[in-house]
């Protein structure tokens, strides 16, 4: 453990060495950096052998899991790894010693602009479980120079801004030039014979140099550490410069080359709705898992020295479809550089890929035209064509019917369906949730797993119980330690249940209460010195932060809270409970009926606003640019948790997993992990609502119509004749209203809003009635927290190691 003395000692050293300062003459920026680097030499210090590139002794002879994610949502790390390393209490102390505050410090640090949602949170989650949990790891992305973007709002509409977290959040990369490596667009494949075995190379193709930035990862209470590793994007130096277009004064086409390669890691998630954004987007994906698989295998040829035993010291987990080219890039990479035959190379390859589908929408179940990967990665094309060749075959002797054939085909209607390659090719293909498993199993790959029953798994979501609890919300980790007597619940989160014991403690259910007071009268503080935004901390806060999707129905709310106005509007002097309703998201830029439902929530926020009727009982808070950092401030202190999604549509979540740990109480349809939540909690400690998933699909099947539901309830005609006619800012919303009452491709009212509007609306009458009983509001809460441990990354990522990678715990 170091003394404040000693970490006030090595942060005033930094500054003078690196900056030339002192406490007192640095800038802001320039505390922070110094921090960050006596941090980072603390990190360096319990992690050496994985520094120099050895695992510690005890590794040497495990499987190493290769964690693959086009996103990374870390948020800031100063104050985590601080906490991971058990001197955040020192740190604060040394800071004081040189008359810095710690806060001040931490809030000049940017949010890592590595990811933007649940995906990116997880796998953040996941490394840090992984390595908490002594698993040899290595966590793989890209580092986009301008993340996803800044959301700002101007007149209540979205525009995106470059997000410039690089220049203060690189202080936690290392440059790794000696491992760069390079990666091959477009050009002309030709094939030679080399010792009787045909290969194949391309010739007159554009490479693009791949240069690792590796972030360390430390554990909680651990020596070892992991990695990140960030791969960035340039031209080699013989062409990233034309010298005789700079000669002749043409500048912007002289470094041309040079600006389309660092393009490639420049954003997440550009614009895909033209082709340029398509081109852009494979790119990415190949230039991703190309420098990842070289990584991999020159890594572990140094070790092993060849590569017919890869799969035994290797497995490669792919977070969602992004990466799954890293399938017939290997096969490339074994084939053609080392001379393994097709039937050795995918045997190995069919032994060391898993794959984790996180979803089971039409629009996010990747697939690529033909056309755009034979044009781009011609080799990777060939080989995609004869895995496809030798999978139909299969298929066809299995099925022997063109519809089972075509639900399972990797190469069909002009399209590459990654999917699908990923159930063909990968050892293991998980869930994310009890119910997401039962789909994909049942419907989505139904067929396959008739063939592979085997393959199939299901690992439920976890988070990072140590951030999201223990680090944001000291106040409910004291009481917790005071009340578990110790703080064991930090590496066996299932200790929690321990509280159910207390459910009956009239003093307990009190100081949580208060605790929860007293986070939300320091949030409204925050939002006031922070965004000049009062909100009454007396009030209910009803939470709903995520991004921005027509399935996740934000727009559910803002009907319901709409309703809600009209109903205090009619009878003013009513006993209205006050409430707060915070909303936090992102639209994807060109998602254009999300960005109406975030104008929409603007328009509401202000005809409520600027009604006096509404002072004191109503008001409607959007966050502007939410962010992992914003959530560690909201998250303690909500206490309504809206998780209202489409029953069959979310995955699993994990923001519902988030607020259950800080104790708030969840409003939701049994869809994700919600179904998980109300089994462990009981019905009585969650309030749920609307139709379950088979019944969706029933109503789909039969020829669902919303207008029954419309012309039944006056409430909900109203408010949709509100938002045609517009509110008082004089926006009107026709538009989303005809997407509801009569639609468009996907028919109308395609996630049920019609049909759940009634039922959403009683439940919101029983929220109200539990929060007016403030002891059986308290002891639900307590419940949730109490059963929140089964959510832990740790339990995930044990049962990753156990049931799917074969590796074990440290």
Request: overall charge negative.
């Amino acid at each position: 453990m170091y003394t404040p003395e000693e970490l006030a000692l090595s942060i005033r050293g930094r500054l003078q060495r690196n900056f030339g300062r002192t406490p007192e003459t640095a800038s802001p920026e320039l505390r922070f950096r110094a921090c960050a680097m006596a941090i980072f030499d603390l990190m360096g210090e319990v992690g050496v052998p994985e520094q120099t590139g050895a695992p510690p002794k005890k590794q040497q002879d495990e499987r190493e899991v290769h964690y693959l994610s086009l996103e990374f949502l870390l948020g800031r790390s100063l104050m985590k790894n601080a906490f991971n390393l058990g001197v955040l209490e020192p740190l604060g102390k040394a800071l004081l010693l040189l008359n810095l505050n710690l806060s001040d410090i931490a809030e000049e640090e940017p949010d890592a602009g590595l990811g933007n949602g649940g995906l990116g949170r997880l796998a953040a989650c996941y490394l840090e479980a992984m390595t908490s949990l002594g698993i040899r790891a290595t966590g793989y992305s890209l580092c986009y120079q301008f993340g996803i973007f800044v959301q700002r709002i101007l007149d209540g509409e979205q525009i995106e801004q470059p997000d410039p977290w690089y220049d203060k959040g690189s202080v936690w990369l290392s440059a790794r030039a000696d491992d760069a490596v390079s990666v091959s667009f477009g050009g002309d494949v030709v094939f030679y014979k080399e010792n009787e075995r045909m290969k194949a190379t391309v010739r007159n193709d554009t490479k693009v140099l791949a240069v690792p930035l590796d972030m360390t990862v430390n554990g909680y209470g651990r020596s070892e550490t992991n990695k990140l590793r960030l791969w960035q994007a340039k031209s080699p130096a013989a062409t990233a410069i034309d010298m005789e277009q700079f000669s002749e004064g043409n500048y912007m086409q002289a470094t041309e080359q040079d600006a389309m390669a660092r393009v490639i890691n420049m954003v997440l998630y550009p614009n895909d709705n033209h082709m340029e954004g398509k081109m852009l987007r494979l790119r990415q994906q190949y230039f991703f898992v190309s420098a990842t698989a070289q990584s991999i295998v020159r890594r572990h040829k140094r070790k092993h020295g060849n590569l017919q035993n890869f799969h035994r010291w290797n497995v490669i987990q792919i977070n969602d479809t992004h990466p799954t080219l890293i399938i017939p890039e290997l096969m490339r990479i074994f084939m053609d550089e080392e001379g393994i035959s097709w039937e050795r190379a995918w045997q190995i390859v069919t032994n060391c890929v898993a794959y984790t589908n996180h979803t089971v929408l039409a629009e996010a179940l990747e697939s690529w035209p033909n056309e755009l990967i034979e044009m781009l990665l011609p080799r990777i094309w060939m080989i995609l064509c004869e895995i496809n060749k030798r999978s139909m075959q299969f298929y066809w002797e299995a099925f022997g019917d063109e519809d089972r054939v075509s639900r399972s085909a990797i190469i069909w209607g002009n399209h590459v369906h990654m999917a699908n390659l990923c159930v063909y090719s990968c050892f293991a293909v998980n869930g994310v949730s009890a119910l997401h498993s039962n789909i994909l199993r049942d419907d989505l790959f139904k067929s396959q797993a008739a063939l592979w029953p085997n393959k199939f798994h299901n690992v439920t979501n976890g988070v990072d119980h140590r951030r999201w609890l223990s680090q944001i919300n000291p106040r409910l980790h004291t009481l917790l330690c005071d009340t578990l007597d110790g703080d064991s619940y930090l590496t066996r989160a299932s200790a929690l249940e321990g509280l159910l014991k207390k459910t009956g403690d009239t003093a307990l259910l009190e100081e949580l209460g208060k605790i929860k007071r007293e986070n939300k009268i320091d949030f409204a503080a925050f939002l006031q010195k922070t965004r000049g935004v009062k909100i009454d901390s007396s009030s209910v806060f009803d939470v709903q932060v995520k991004r921005l999707h027509e399935y996740k129905r934000q727009l559910l709310n803002a009907l319901h809270i709409l309703h809600l106005y009209n109903t205090l509007k009619d009878n003013p002097s009513a006993d209205f409970l006050p409430r707060t309703f915070i909303f936090g998201a992102k639209a994807a830029p060109g998602y254009y009926i999300a960005k109406r439902i975030i104008r929409l929530i603007h328009s509401i926020a202000a005809h409520i606003a600027a009604d006096p009727a509404a002072k004191g009982k109503l008001s409607v808070v959007f966050l502007e640019n939410y962010s992992v950092s914003l959530a560690e401030r909201l998250i303690p202190a909500s206490e309504v948790s809206e998780q209202i999604s489409t029953a069959g549509k979310e995955a699993s979540g994990t923001g519902n997993m988030k607020f259950m740990l800080n104790g708030a109480n969840t409003v939701g349809t049994l869809d994700g992990a919600n179904v998980e939540i109300a089994e462990l909690v009981g019905p009585e400690n969650i309030f749920i609502f609307g139709l379950k998933a088979d019944e969706v699909e029933q109503m789909h099947r039969d020829g669902y119509s919303p207008m029954p539901y419309v012309a039944r309830n006056p409430a909900l005609r109203r408010v949709l004749d509100q938002l045609t006619g517009g509110l008082s800012d004089g926006v009107e919303y026709a538009d989303l209203v005809h997407g509801l009452l009569i639609g468009g491709y996907e028919g109308a009212d395609p996630y049920f809003l019609m049909a759940d509007f009634e039922g959403y609306c009683a439940c919101h009458r029983e929220v109200e009635a539990a929060y007016r009983d403030t002891a059986g509001w308290n002891k639900r809460s307590l419940i949730n927290i109490a059963k929140s441990g089964f959510f832990a990354a740790d339990r995930s990522t044990a049962e990753y190691a156990r049931n799917i990678w074969n590796v074990p715990l440290g």
